[in-house]
């Protein structure tokens, strides 16, 4: 892949900013855990799975940099970092697994010295990322399965390298498509109210090689009624029990359109977005973002000063919408039986 959203370099954290893209390349080198919760709550790394591979290094590099304890670090103390870092973004479940996975194996290690601690916090960090390297390009090898030559497909919002650190979830799937020879084309919804399609899909798909076509969100429905879509695909932030999915804002109309023209609606998302303490999607916590986001433009303002604003980050796609879920572990049956 051309793009890699974030790398350990030596004992830092370096991520693509991804807030200037695409007009910037921008990569930042982060050594201290408040930076990269920072990043984490201003987009400058997004996704579900990149953001808890973000936290799981956050977690490494706060310890590390905390100068007080030179030979032990107190349990209370490492248990605290980890709630700071958990409080960056609500609904992503990957941050909280990250984070939970991390403390679990610590606690199971016993008694440990600082060097000790700080090694085995890296050495997770690491785990976590190469597993979603791998958990990446299955999801892509099981998801190609369902698509054929020719076919085009319509996605939202970003679910590429940049989100996760793999190939991705739904992207990977066209990535694998496109290494199997398979001549795919893709329309990416532009995503409002951060255009994450716009600057970053297409951006993206467009460094692969990737046939990409940018459309306003209000034309998926044009798209389809038209019948130039075969199947749409998009991420996961949070998957509950029963299957309801919460993803970025625009993806619940999107699966009704798809439905009401007889177009599979996929979720592409690894095993550890699957949230089993949840029931359903009315358990999960949509994050409320800025009013600005809604109102400014990057920079320029498009409403009136004054006026109430409605933004949540999020929306949640209840399962019966669902076509199928394809998962690093297979591709699940989802709750639309048409």
Same mark, same amino acid.
């Given at each position: 892949? /051309?793009?890699?959203?974030?790398?350990?370099?030596?004992?830092? &954290?370096?991520? &693509?900013?991804?807030?200037?893209?695409?007009?910037?390349?921008?990569?930042?080198?982060?050594?201290?855990?408040?930076?990269?919760?920072?990043?984490?709550?201003?987009?400058?790394?997004?996704?579900?799975?990149?953001?808890?591979?973000?936290?799981?290094?956050?977690?490494?590099?706060?310890?590390? *940099?905390?100068?007080?304890? *030179?030979?032990?670090?107190?349990?209370?103390?490492?248990? +605290?970092?980890?709630?700071? $870092? =958990?409080?960056?973004?609500?609904?992503?479940?990957?941050?909280?697994?990250?984070?939970?996975?991390?403390?679990?194996?610590? =606690?199971? +290690? #016993?008694?440990?010295? /600082?060097?000790?601690?700080?090694?085995?916090?890296?050495?997770? +960090?690491?785990?976590?990322?190469?597993?979603?390297?791998?958990?990446?390009?299955?999801?892509?090898?099981?998801?190609?399965?369902?698509?054929?030559?020719?076919? !085009?497909?319509?996605?939202?919002?970003?679910?590429?390298?940049?989100?996760?650190? #793999?190939?991705?979830?739904?992207?990977?799937?066209?990535?694998?498509? =496109?290494?199997?020879?398979?001549?795919?084309?893709?329309?990416?919804?532009?995503?409002?109210?951060?255009?994450?399609?716009?600057?970053?899909?297409?951006?993206?798909?467009?460094?692969?090689?990737?046939?990409? !076509?940018?459309?306003?969100?209000?034309? %998926?429905?044009?798209?389809?009624? *038209?019948?130039?879509?075969?199947?749409?695909?998009? #991420?996961?932030?949070?998957?509950? %029990?029963?299957?309801?999915?919460?993803? /970025?804002?625009?993806?619940?109309?999107?699966?009704?359109?798809?439905?009401?023209?007889?177009?599979?609606?996929?979720?592409?998302?690894?095993?550890?977005?699957?949230?089993?303490?949840?029931?359903?999607? /009315?358990? $999960? @916590?949509?994050?409320?973002?800025?009013?600005?986001?809604?109102?400014?433009?990057?920079?320029?303002?498009?409403?009136?000063?004054?006026?109430? @604003?409605?933004?949540?980050?999020?929306?949640?796609?209840?399962?019966?919408?669902?076509? +199928?879920?394809?998962?690093?572990?297979?591709?699940?049956?989802?709750?639309?039986?048409?």
């Amino acid at each position: 892949m /051309k793009v890699q959203a974030l790398e350990r370099v030596g004992n830092r &954290l370096r991520l &693509l900013d991804q807030t200037v893209l695409p007009h910037q390349v921008v990569y930042k080198d982060l050594d201290d855990y408040r930076e990269i919760i920072v990043s984490i709550k201003r987009l400058e790394v997004r996704g579900a799975p990149a953001i808890g591979i973000a936290a799981a290094y956050a977690l490494a590099i706060g310890v590390q *940099q905390d100068t007080s304890h *030179q030979r032990d670090y107190p349990m209370d103390q490492l248990s +605290a970092l980890a709630d700071e $870092i =958990r409080r960056a973004r609500p609904t992503a479940v990957n941050l909280f697994w990250a984070i939970d996975r991390v403390m679990d194996r610590i =606690r199971q +290690a #016993g008694e440990l010295s /600082k060097s000790s601690l700080v090694d085995m916090l890296w050495g997770e +960090a690491e785990a976590i990322h190469e597993e979603d390297r791998r958990m990446c390009r299955q999801i892509g090898e099981n998801g190609a399965a369902l698509i054929a030559d020719g076919d !085009t497909l319509l996605t939202h919002c970003n679910t590429g390298a940049l989100a996760t650190g #793999g190939i991705g979830t739904a992207l990977g799937v066209i990535y694998v498509c =496109r290494d199997q020879g398979k001549r795919i084309k893709v329309f990416a919804d532009e995503t409002r109210p951060l255009l994450q399609g716009a600057r970053l899909t297409a951006w993206e798909l467009m460094q692969e090689g990737i046939d990409v !076509t940018v459309n306003c969100d209000n034309m %998926a429905g044009t798209l389809l009624q *038209q019948g130039r879509i075969n199947h749409v695909i998009v #991420g996961a932030d949070r998957i509950a %029990a029963n299957g309801d999915t919460a993803n /970025k804002i625009g993806t619940y109309p999107l699966a009704v359109l798809a439905r009401a023209h007889g177009v599979p609606f996929y979720v592409a998302a690894p095993s550890t977005t699957f949230d089993l303490s949840i029931a359903t999607g /009315k358990d $999960i @916590v949509i994050e409320e973002r800025g009013g600005n986001e809604i109102t400014e433009v990057f920079g320029t303002r498009v409403a009136p000063e004054g006026v109430n @604003v409605f933004a949540p980050a999020f929306d949640v796609t209840p399962t019966e919408l669902v076509s +199928a879920y394809i998962t690093d572990t297979g591709v699940r049956p989802g709750g639309r039986t048409d």
